[in-house]
């Protein structure tokens, strides 16, 4: 008699301790009744391609990765989706049947999907759209919107040499502005987009003077710690969409968890509710 195998999954960061993945995965898993279970797991950048290739021999069919291994595992994996090229990272893992890892990135799917639900208004077409920092999360920004259909890309960083690389790759739908005159450029947006750390808690705050918001333009942070950023309560005093990065979070979960079980979750107030427990 075969035995029935409990399909494994997890999260693979260096630390990892603080990722609300398994919160938001174990979620789903008692909702829709899935016998799976999903860990977090602490691997040193030494061990990460030992650990990886053990994995599926565990019973584990597939994982998150998370910092700092997200651009590391790219060149572990068999095979890399063009999405995760793309961005130049990736933070879903499926291994396959026949033993072989494929890396893909979700990032991008997460943050045009919350944008959207969170800003159901939300068009395109509408006009400019600022993006702050040109850190790896700022790629999965850029690509998704670039995709979406978003013309014109203002984008801005603290170290001007990482916005011009990002500008040579993705080409003239990028204008690189100078860090001092981000303020300004607010100004002309229908969407502003903060893809750096600042503002998170235990970080510098973000400095970007936001007086130039205009009301209907939608703001939104990458930032989930805390929910509500001193850049989106701006926001919303002058009247702006806000929609909060913790859906973020949560979209991007759900193609890895439609791939290792087999369900297409639904992001809904009780999974916000397990991600913030």
Same mark, same amino acid.
């Given at each position: 008699? $075969?035995a =029935?195998?409990?399909?494994?999954?997890?999260?693979?960061?260096c630390?990892?301790a603080?990722?609300?993945?398994?919160?938001? *995965?174990?979620?789903?898993?008692?909702?829709?009744?899935?016998?799976?279970h999903?860990?977090?797991?602490?691997?040193?950048? *030494?061990d %990460?391609?030992?650990?990886?290739r053990? %994995?599926?021999k565990a019973?584990?069919v597939?994982? $998150?990765?998370t910092l700092?291994h997200?651009?590391?595992v790219m060149?572990?994996?068999d095979? =890399?989706?063009?999405r995760?090229?793309?961005?130049?990272?990736?933070?879903?893992?499926?291994? @396959?049947?026949?033993?072989? =890892?494929?890396?893909?990135?979700?990032?991008g799917?997460g943050?045009?999907?919350?944008?959207?639900?969170?800003?159901?208004?939300?068009k395109?077409?509408?006009?400019?759209?600022? =993006?702050?920092g040109?850190?790896?999360?700022?790629r999965?920004?850029v690509a998704?919107?670039?995709?979406?259909?978003?013309?014109?890309?203002? %984008?801005? $960083?603290?170290?001007?040499?990482r916005?011009?690389?990002?500008?040579k790759?993705?080409?003239k @739908?990028i204008?690189?502005?100078?860090w001092?005159?981000?303020?300004?450029?607010?100004e002309?947006?229908a969407?502003?987009?903060?893809?750096?750390s600042l503002?998170?808690?235990?970080?510098?705050r973000? @400095?970007?003077p936001?007086?130039g918001?205009?009301?209907?333009?939608? &703001?939104?942070?990458?930032?989930?710690?805390?929910?509500?950023?001193?850049?989106?309560?701006?926001?919303?005093?002058a009247g702006?969409?806000?929609?909060?990065?913790l859906?973020? %979070?949560?979209?991007?979960? &759900?193609?890895?968890?439609?791939?290792?079980?087999?369900?297409r979750?639904?992001?809904?107030?009780?999974?916000?509710a397990?991600?913030?427990?």
């Amino acid at each position: 008699m $075969n035995a =029935v195998k409990i399909p494994l999954a997890g999260v693979i960061g260096c630390p990892v301790a603080h990722s609300r993945s398994p919160q938001i *995965q174990n979620h789903w898993l008692r909702k829709y009744g899935i016998a799976g279970h999903y860990v977090p797991m602490h691997v040193e950048p *030494q061990d %990460l391609e030992t650990v990886i290739r053990a %994995l599926p021999k565990a019973g584990f069919v597939g994982a $998150n990765v998370t910092l700092p291994h997200k651009e590391t595992v790219m060149t572990i994996a068999d095979k =890399v989706t063009d999405r995760a090229t793309l961005m130049g990272a990736a933070n879903t893992l499926i291994f @396959r049947e026949d033993g072989s =890892v494929l890396a893909d990135n979700t990032d991008g799917y997460g943050f045009i999907t919350n944008l959207h639900q969170g800003a159901p208004d939300w068009k395109p077409d509408a006009g400019p759209a600022v =993006v702050l920092g040109a850190g790896g999360a700022c790629r999965a920004v850029v690509a998704s919107l670039i995709e979406a259909g978003v013309t014109e890309i203002m %984008l801005t $960083n603290r170290t001007r040499e990482r916005a011009d690389k990002l500008h040579k790759e993705f080409g003239k @739908r990028i204008k690189v502005v100078d860090w001092v005159l981000a303020g300004n450029i607010v100004e002309e947006a229908a969407l502003v987009v903060n893809t750096t750390s600042l503002g998170m808690e235990g970080k510098p705050r973000l @400095r970007v003077p936001m007086d130039g918001l205009r009301p209907g333009c939608v &703001v939104t942070d990458l930032v989930y710690t805390p929910l509500k950023t001193d850049m989106l309560q701006a926001a919303e005093d002058a009247g702006c969409t806000v929609v909060d990065g913790l859906g973020m %979070l949560l979209h991007q979960a &759900v193609p890895g968890f439609e791939r290792w079980f087999g369900k297409r979750p639904e992001v809904d107030e009780e999974t916000r509710a397990a991600a913030l427990a």
